[in-house]
């Protein structure tokens, strides 16, 4: 039995606007785990830096992608909504797991080859220890869960890996410490679940749904008006067939299947059940449907996050001041342990 309280973790990056993929594969288990759940939900800042960011643009992304946790419906009465930046215990245990994790482990991440492209030598090192960074996210307040996207998967595994190697490496002075089932760091549960953890471009099928990528159109930001999201739909790339009737008929299909998977998220249905109604018509009647859809849960969002963004700039930096001074009350206690299991304190 774990002397771990159940507690959530979890955190976007602020590198632009957030999108469908951020919506559907992290916030929708984000707000419901609210209502069961302690829970911490953090904009994380240092993690955007690990590639140039603007510092115009990286202020004004802060107060945007908390804009969009409010519009979306996280409640700062009954989380903890704060940014990375202004709890330093973020970076002092991350350096610490910096030297317990192994090089071998960061080579072996897929996002750091992704991003960091042919050119690795030109990569920021923040960009290859962005992992650990993570791992100090989660591991600095004893989380339990982690709701994230499919994409996050192999950065948890390596949270967990972190944490059982520093409970091994320091089992004699936890153990003096009087912790007396060794453990020290929790291994975080990755919560990877619900009916669209990966969602894709609207441009090509095959490629994540990403904040990143220069076209715009490939992706459904919360922020975009009706016409633009219609829009969006209507030019999203599909193959020449009809939609099938079945869900084994998707397969080789990655854009119809995207799209379907899109609607039952959005719908609360199941894949089959929108295959059901639309599955042998022409992807013109389903694209309408989903224009439809997506317009109308998204579209008061996105006028949420402009309204606060204009009116209400005050209430999201004093949420997240309010956020930051919890967060820290939770993790320098966690931290102060911590330093004192691997030695840094003389008496
Ligand atoms: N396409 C996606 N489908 C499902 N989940 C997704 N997530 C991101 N993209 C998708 C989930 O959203 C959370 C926050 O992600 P992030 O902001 O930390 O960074 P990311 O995963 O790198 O997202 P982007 O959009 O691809 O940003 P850039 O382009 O800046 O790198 C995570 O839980 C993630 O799984």
């Known amino acids: 039995m774990s002397h771990f309280s159940p507690r959530v973790f979890s955190g976007m990056q602020p590198t632009g606007n957030l999108h469908l ?52 419906g996280l409640d700062p009465k009954k989380s903890i909504i704060f940014n990375q930046s202004q709890v330093a215990e973020h970076a002092e245990l991350a350096w610490i797991l910096n030297c317990v ?17 042919k050119d690795k030598e030109a990569a920021s090192v923040g960009l290859f ?68 953890t990966r969602v894709m471009s609207l441009r090509d099928g095959t490629k994540k ?32 067939e009809p939609l099938p009737t079945e869900k084994a008929g998707l397969k080789g299909r990655p854009e119809a299947e995207n799209l379907t998977g899109i609607y039952a998220a959005l719908a609360g249905e199941s894949v089959e059940k929108v295959l059901g109604q639309y599955g042998g018509g022409q992807f013109s009647v389903f694209k309408n449907a989903l224009a439809d859809l997506a317009v109308a849960k998204l579209a008061p969002i996105g006028a949420e996050i402009k309204r606060m963004q204009h009116d209400d700039r005050a209430h999201v930096e004093k949420v997240l001041a309010d956020g930051s001074a919890r967060a820290r009350a939770i993790a320098a206690p966690i931290l102060r342990k911590t330093r004192e299991l691997v030695g840094f304190v003389l008496s």
């Open 21 to 72: 993929g951020n919506y559907l594969g992290a916030m929708l288990n984000w707000i419901a785990m609210q209502e069961t759940h302690e829970c911490i939900y953090c904009v994380v800042d240092m993690h955007a830096i690990t590639v140039w960011q603007d510092p115009k643009e990286l202020r004004r992304a802060i107060v945007d992608v908390t804009a969009a946790y409010l519009a979306c």
């Open 101 to 117: 994790a192994r090089m071998g482990w960061l080579n072996r991440m897929t996002q750091f080859k992704e991003k960091a492209g």
């Open 209 to 240: 749904m990403s904040k990143s990528d220069p076209s715009d159109l490939s992706r459904l930001n919360l922020i975009d008006d009706a016409d633009t999201i219609a829009k969006k739909i209507r030019k999203a790339k599909t193959d020449p």
């Open 129 to 196: 220890v962005y992992p650990t960074l993570m791992a100090a996210d989660i591991l600095g307040y004893h989380a339990t869960h982690v709701p994230v996207g499919e994409d996050q998967k192999q950065h948890l595994e390596l949270a967990r890996d972190i944490a059982v190697k520093f409970n091994n490496d320091y089992a004699e002075a936890i153990a003096a410490a009087g912790i007396n089932d060794g453990v020290f760091f929790p291994s975080p549960e990755p919560f990877i679940t619900g009916p669209a």
